[in-house]
């Protein structure tokens, strides 16, 4: 009886083993990508808020939609307890260019929507940054989608700029 439980034991390791390899657990792939940050600084004078209205206005002027904000020092403040240096994270989004990017390269996702931040460093000092697609990703689509693609980091970087001179 005790070798009929052991090989009958043995046969459902083996068979759950079989299995499981038929089946693997789900891992994580990663892909290396090369990324570009873009960064300027915010002219002396120029307020927080005009850079914030100078980036939604540009954006506006380019059709990027502009889809949301993250006002991080708010959380970092009600986490905390106490005050936190300025950052907010912007979100803003061209739909249809977006639909392309992505059928073109599913990894596209990971820029999207496009994000610029605008926050006060330790030392004061107030920046706009972003994430851009490096041209290597963007050479890699269809043409007509590589060019919007071009247009939107193009449009971004004029926001940036805008944002920084505090542009109206």
């Not at 990508?33 to 506006?60: C, M, T, Y």
């Amino acid at each position: 009886m005790n070798k009929i439980r052991i090989a009958l034991t043995l046969l459902f390791a083996f068979s759950f083993q079989l299995a499981m390899a038929d089946n693997p657990p789900h891992t994580l792939t990663y892909t290396e990508i090369k990324a570009q940050i873009a960064q300027v600084e915010i002219r002396p004078g120029v307020s927080f808020d005009d850079a914030v209205d100078s980036l939604k206005l540009r954006a506006n002027q380019h059709n990027l939609k502009f889809v949301g904000v993250n006002q991080l020092y708010k959380e970092i403040e009600a986490l905390t307890g106490k005050p936190s240096k300025r950052i907010e994270i912007f979100n803003f989004c061209d739909g249809i260019t977006a639909q392309e990017m992505i059928a073109a390269n599913s990894l596209m996702i990971s820029f999207m929507p496009c994000r610029i931040a605008i926050l006060e460093d330790a030392q004061g000092k107030r920046w706009v940054i972003a994430m851009m697609i490096n041209q290597g990703m963007i050479s890699g689509l269809p043409d007509d989608t590589r060019k919007n693609a071009e247009r939107i980091m193009a449009a971004m970087k004029d926001m940036m700029l805008a944002a920084s001179n505090g542009d109206l």
